[in-house]
């Protein structure tokens, strides 16, 4: 029986291993801190957490540049990060450094990568039946970092060279995404121990279990949940026989690890847990997003006519998205209405109103919108992106500009605001702060040879002054420096 090709995801991780195992070996690199323990020798099965952080951020720009499945929508990883931290903070380490993020992919599937990079399927999110189930799942995943259980899975083989330990740790991140076509993704390690790797161990799953119990019940989520969904997970994989969901395969679980699960729920205090609204929003916006817009608004339809749903604001949150998907702006107007009635609050919902401003030509009414929605949800990146590009819009780029300069005060590391600060610059024709915003956005997704060009550019332009030529020069310098470590890094590694 032939395979089936390896995901987008599995093809993204077998490119990235050279990098990652030159990463790995230059373990005293200026450009890793003078502090780390030199992993040039064979056999070293320890990675520092700054390493496992830097293998984690070069996966995740690959994900987010390459992986057509990522999900770049601020919205959906905002709440999942909301909800992400919230558990974290439950956690074993709660100061730990996480990013949560959304795959498109309706399989019911999660992963932890190296440096508390977590993906959420979709289909996760659309399958539990409440909050508290999807932080069961997340919670899990946290306490497979905070254990280290990817290196700890890894350091079992003692005689392995660094590249091909990272080359096993890509194969796990491989197998969380499609575990039948893993064992093909990683050519440079060896097989049969690939293949031991492809799960965690049920020691470490029960470990994962156990702390993440805690933290969801620290966290004061239903703890009932946990087992719950597990249990659910596990009567519909026998249905699949020999196919069964992937995160039974890439988590395997036993009847003593959820009634365990349940045993600790029964001897906890019963604690009634509300779903939250954004919870439901989330879903109801990735339910709208599914099949036709036409397709969208019909499902929508008949939730509200047959009060079939979670949540009425929810439900017609999905069926207003879904009008503007099939650009049916005066219906949309029309069921916002309704909406508005249920005197809901969510920055998600504000979005929504504003895109209806927008789009139907009134574009101060949606600065509006934007501007009081921001005085309540400081921190939603979904609102500060709109309100940026409504400004962009209506080409009031001075007051874009000192709008993205506040927010990078705060976001110093988010590159969609440098992105927008490059395209108010261009607006503007100021050439040279456009290429060095530009060249941020570039250095913060891992591109640093496109990066050191936009600073070139930027040399190029005569319309700076003194100061801001030297602020070029002076960048330029320190990537042109990451740049020769970077090829040393590639040399030993190969």
């Known amino acids: 029986m032939n395979s089936p090709p390896p995901s987008p995801l599995c093809r993204l991780a077998r490119a990235a291993v050279p990098l990652l195992a030159a990463i790995a070996i230059a373990g005293t690199s200026h450009a890793l801190g003078s502090d780390l323990p030199d992993l040039g020798e064979a056999a070293r099965a320890e990675f520092s957490p700054q390493i496992e952080r830097r293998i984690g951020e070069t996966i ?7 992986e057509p499945s990522y999900v770049d929508d601020p919205e959906i990883n905002d709440y999942l990060n909301g909800l992400g931290r919230r558990l974290v903070e439950a956690s074993a380490n709660p100061t730990g450094d996480f990013n949560f993020f959304a795959i498109r992919d309706n399989t019911v599937n999660a992963f932890a990568m190296f440096g508390g990079f977590i993906g959420v399927n979709t289909g996760t999110i659309l399958t539990a039946q409440s909050e508290s189930e999807l932080a069961g799942v997340i919670a899990h995943e946290i306490a497979h970092v905070t254990q280290n259980h990817l290196a700890r899975q890894i350091a079992k083989e003692k005689q392995n060279t660094i590249p091909s330990m990272i080359a096993m740790a890509v194969g796990v991140l491989a197998a969380r995404a499609n575990s039948s076509v893993a064992a093909a993704t990683i050519t440079s390690a060896q097989a049969g121990v690939v293949q031991a ?97 036409r397709e969208a608004v019909t499902d929508f339809e008949i939730q509200l006519r047959e009060r079939k749903h979670a949540s009425q604001a929810a439900a017609r949150y ?177």
């Open 318 to 494: 999905g069926l207003v998205f879904a009008l503007m998907r099939a650009k049916d702006v005066p219906a949309a107007q029309r069921e916002f209405e309704a909406l508005r009635a249920l005197k809901v609050s969510s920055p998600m919902i504000a979005v929504l109103a504003a895109q209806i401003r927008t789009d139907a030509g009134d574009l101060p009414a949606a600065q509006a919108i934007y501007r009081e929605a921001l005085q309540r949800f400081s921190q939603a990146k979904s609102l500060v992106y709109g309100y940026a590009e409504s400004l962009y819009a209506g080409r009031q780029y001075d007051q874009a500009l000192l709008f993205l300069d506040a927010q990078l005060q705060l976001n110093f590391a988010d590159y969609k605001l440098y992105g927008l600060q490059a395209k108010t610059y261009a607006a503007l024709g100021k050439r040279l702060l456009q290429h060095r915003a530009q060249a941020e956005f570039y250095m913060l997704q891992g591109q640093l040879g496109q990066a050191v060009e936009q600073l070139q550019f930027a040399q190029q332009a005569t319309d700076g002054n003194f100061y801001e030529q030297s602020a070029v020069d002076a960048r330029l310098r320190e990537l042109r420096k990451l740049q020769v470590e970077e090829e040393k890094l590639k040399r030993s590694g190969g």
């Open 60 to 66: 995740m720009n690959e994900i987010r540049l390459r």
């Open 197 to 293: 790797q492809l799960a965690y161990s049920r020691d470490f799953e029960r470990e994962a279990d156990r702390m993440g119990y805690q933290s969801l019940d620290k966290a004061g989520f239903d703890v009932r949940s946990m087992g719950d969904f597990f249990e659910r997970l596990q009567k519909a994989g026998r249905l699949y026989e020999n196919n069964a969901p992937v995160y039974l395969r890439s988590h395997p679980l036993t009847l003593e690890r959820i009634s365990d699960m349940q045993n600790r729920a029964q001897d906890s205090a019963y604690r009634q847990v509300v779903s939250s609204l954004d919870f439901h929003l989330v879903r109801a916006k990735l339910r709208a997003l599914m099949g036709t817009p």
